[in-house]
């Protein structure tokens, strides 16, 4: 049973990069198409950031693309996000994903100096 | 970007009761409509994908139907544990958009 689990720092700096990844436990990154991030704010509900094919190509949200990059390492069976220029409007709750059915359980980022 | 627009945004209902939620897509989507729903501290969790296919394990009491820009999710003699926020979300395209979600609460 695929399981996701992601990690990172849970407090960035405004202007800094929130890094995170997320882990794939118990299957590939080939037993899913898609591999997806998504954020959650009290005010904007859910935002789908991106996805990332496992094959390696990426499609992003256009509010937050030139921000963002997702990434994939087969080697350490994961996928990361990297978001830049970080303000306190991205402090959210961050979810990885597979296209629609695994999740991960969240983790808060919270952007504040 | 399509947008997706759910009502009603709340809901109060009883055990036993029959609830509809609609979710309405600002172009086609086909049927490439899935609903989550979601509790609080947990991750949203799939319920119902291309529109109408119910996810394993989840109770038949939830149904979901629809095509094009109108879609909607049944749930029949709701139970203590479907008090949650239901959200849907196209994925036709990308960015795939979420409606703003309808929090069911109880009456």
């Known amino acids: 049973q695929v399981q996701l689990q992601e990690s990172g720092p849970g407090l960035v700096k405004p202007s800094g990069t929130l890094s995170l990844t997320c882990v794939v436990s118990?299957?590939?990154?080939?037993?899913?198409?898609?591999w997806t991030w998504v954020r959650q704010t009290p005010g904007k509900g859910l935002e789908w950031i991106g996805e990332?094919?496992?094959?390696?190509?990426?499609n992003y949200n256009p509010s937050l693309k030139s921000r963002v990059t997702i990434s994939i390492d087969k080697s350490k069976n994961q996928f990361s996000l990297k978001l830049s220029s970080v303000t306190a409007a991205d402090t959210a709750m961050y979810y990885c994903?597979?296209?629609?059915?695994?999740w991960g359980q969240g983790t808060l980022v919270t952007v504040s100096s | 970007d399509i947008q997706m627009t759910q009502s009603p945004s709340s809901l109060s209902a009883s055990v036993g009761d029959r609830v509809t939620i609609t979710c309405r897509a600002s172009?086609?989507?086909?049927?490439?409509l899935n609903w989550y729903q979601q509790k609080p501290g947990k991750a949203p969790k799939l319920l119902i994908y291309?529109?109408?296919s119910l996810q394993s394990g989840v109770p038949s009491r939830f149904s979901g139907s629809g095509s094009g820009t109108h879609f909607t999710l049944t749930i029949t003699s709701l139970q203590p544990e479907d008090f949650a926020t239901y959200y849907c979300?196209?994925?036709?395209?990308?960015?795939?958009?979420f409606g703003q979600g309808t929090k069911l609460e109880i009456k």
């Open positions: 291309t529109a109408s």
């Open positions: 172009q086609s989507i086909s049927n490439f």
């Open positions: 118990g299957g590939s990154l080939s037993s899913s198409n898609w």
């Open positions: 979300q196209q994925s036709y395209n990308t960015p795939r958009t």
């Open positions: 994903a597979d296209e629609a059915e695994i």
């Open positions: 990332i094919y496992h094959a390696g190509s990426t």
